[in-house]
């Protein structure tokens, strides 16, 4: 069975850093391209950022460029969220995914980031 | 990386058919042949219904078909089914490794 599990939300302070992880199990991590994707509270989704099968290519979307970085460790099927200079408009729920550039085949559950004094 | 254009909420009777649309630019849309389409029931996780605009992964009724027309996607489910209520979401490659979600429509099944 295809599991994804976030883990390291939480609350933290404007400005502040958080690291989120996702431990991938049940399929072959290492040839799938993974991808963060968030949620606010009663929003939409919105793709975050994205890293390539063997972690040597990242790409992010414009709202997140130069705070985030996206990587992983394949020897652990684990990828993670370098979160700094945190904002209130990153409050959101975070998905991991993995799949194709193009698309999502699986889901983690999500963890939860409120950014808020 | 502006987000594509869902309508906000549309609904249907058990047993009808519906279309949801999905319109973006040249730049996402209708630039690459790269349409997904996410099923999100309220606190769950987002699921896969359809993707390179109008394949359907295994396991996912032949009741959801996809289609495009020059920057406009859409979503049609056939046979409503109360289950099939929920929020659906639209995805584009949109260049540059990047991808962009449209905002979101939610199906209401009468």
């Known amino acids: 069975e295809v599991q994804l599990v976030e883990s390291g939300g939480g609350l933290v302070q404007p400005g502040g850093s958080l690291r989120l992880s996702c431990a991938a199990s049940?399929?072959?991590?290492?040839?799938?391209?993974m991808h963060w994707v968030r949620q606010a509270p009663g929003k939409g989704l919105v793709w975050v950022s994205r890293?390539?099968?063997?972690?040597?290519?990242?790409s992010y979307a414009d709202s997140v460029k130069g705070r985030f970085t996206i990587s992983r460790d394949n020897a652990k099927n684990t990828l993670y969220l370098q979160m700094n200079s945190l904002r209130a408009e990153d409050t959101a729920v975070y998905y991991c995914?993995?799949?194709?550039?193009?698309?999502?085949?699986?889901w983690g559950q999500g963890t939860l980031v409120t950014v808020s004094s | 990386q502006s987000a594509l254009t869902q309508p906000r909420s549309v609904s249907g009777s058990p047993g009808q058919s519906v279309t949801i649309s999905c319109t973006g630019t040249s730049s996402d849309v209708g630039g690459y042949n790269y349409v997904s389409w996410y099923q999100q029931h309220p606190g769950k996780a987002p699921k896969l219904m359809i993707y390179d605009v109008s394949e359907r992964p295994s396991g996912v009724p032949d009741r959801f078909s996809g289609s495009k027309s020059g920057n406009t996607a859409s979503l049609t489910i056939s046979g409503l089914q109360v289950e099939d209520e929920a929020d659906y979401y639209c995805?584009?490659?949109?260049?540059?490794?990047?991808?962009?979600f449209g905002g979101g429509t939610k199906l209401t099944v009468l």
């Open positions: 890293i390539t099968s063997d972690g040597s290519s990242t």
């Open positions: 995805c584009s490659y949109a260049g540059r490794y990047t991808l962009v």
């Open positions: 995914a993995g799949g194709t550039p193009a698309y999502f085949d699986y």
């Open positions: 049940g399929f072959t991590f290492s040839s799938y391209w």
